[in-house]
């Protein structure tokens, strides 16, 4: 059963279209905007691409409506762009976990969508030939049955539900599972080896020397950009020195990708000094988060937001890690009069991992006025 010829196939998954999304409560009204459409310009762009390119399947699967679908726009606009495809000579392959009548009930379907659930096997023929689909693994039947009469076999692994035997499979495409409700999560394209994409490119060759090209299809970009700062940058001048890292990276982001209408950025800020060490105060960093975002050359770009690393150490999830701290904790301290223990100066719930609570920091301990004025500065955060 080896391939006569290459396959297209373009890949669609985990859209849930009519799911409500959350994580818009800090975009503005225009953001908003973007976000809400977001996901139907993905799909409308996806099958768009296949039908540019000729190519000779869709396969839908992973929640493109959610199971309690009822009404709203969702079904018609599937169901048009669907019929579209068919229009054009490209059959659509619609594979659920479990079957949901309402879209059948209520919209027409193209005579040329197969619609499968798991345990179905399907023969499906393109422009190139017959393929077989298998939701979950084919049984060794529906295998010899269509041996001679398919030129290669596409699974969907549904994983412990239904995991699929590569050794029978040309092409196996993975169910997406969507714990998500977060609008980034479901339509940003971050351009990432690992991670999920909405819309691939699949190329089934013989002797199954595939390829995969992930389809830039989304309106809403995700990047993060990392930022250094220096010991002598004044805490008056951290907005614009911030702001201009994040508008060179959305510049190159948006040179690249002219299509995004929006693009979230994560900040990952390091250094030392005071005026980093300011940041570890949660509102300092939302007010600098506002400001990037008021004073941005992109407007379609947003800052949603700002970490910090401190050399990759992390401390209690009750206490953040600052680089003060850090350095008490590397130092071996003598043994000498303290100062004040952390039981002292900070709130019950701040613990800095083994370092005891009540275990004294000695008054001759070259970091011992830092840690004093650290421990304080979190107390202030706490309170």
Known sequence: MALSRSFEVVEISGLRLDQ????????SSSEVCVASTARFVAVQRAFQKAIDRGVDL???????LSQQSAGGRSPWFLGSLIENSCQHGIPVVWVEGKHNPWMEHFVPSPPQLVRMVTGDVSRVVTRSGALLISAGSPSA???????????????VDFGGVSPVDRSHCDLVLHYRIQRSDRVEDFVSSNHDADALSLATLHTLRVNRANSSEMLNVSSIGLTQVTCSLSVDIADSQLAEHLGEEVDAAAGRYFANYPQTQLLMVDLNVTGHGRVWDSLWS????????????RRTRHPGCHVRTMKLDADHVEAT?????????QAVWHETTSVGPAVRTLADIAPESLTLGDWSRHKPVPTDHP?????????????????
């Open 20 to 27: 409500p999304l959350s994580h818009c409560g800090n975009l």
């Open 141 to 155: 039947q529906a295998l010899q049955t269509w041996h001679d009469d398919v030129q290669g076999v596409i699974g």
């Open 58 to 64: 869709i396969v839908l699967h992973s929640d493109i």
């Open 282 to 293: 949660p509102d300092h960093r939302e007010s600098l988060i506002h400001e990037m975002n």
């Open 317 to 325: 999830r009750t206490c953040p890690w600052t680089p003060t701290l």
């Open 367 to 383: 970091l011992a006025d830092e840690v004093r004025h650290a421990c304080l500065h979190l107390l202030r955060s706490a309170s």
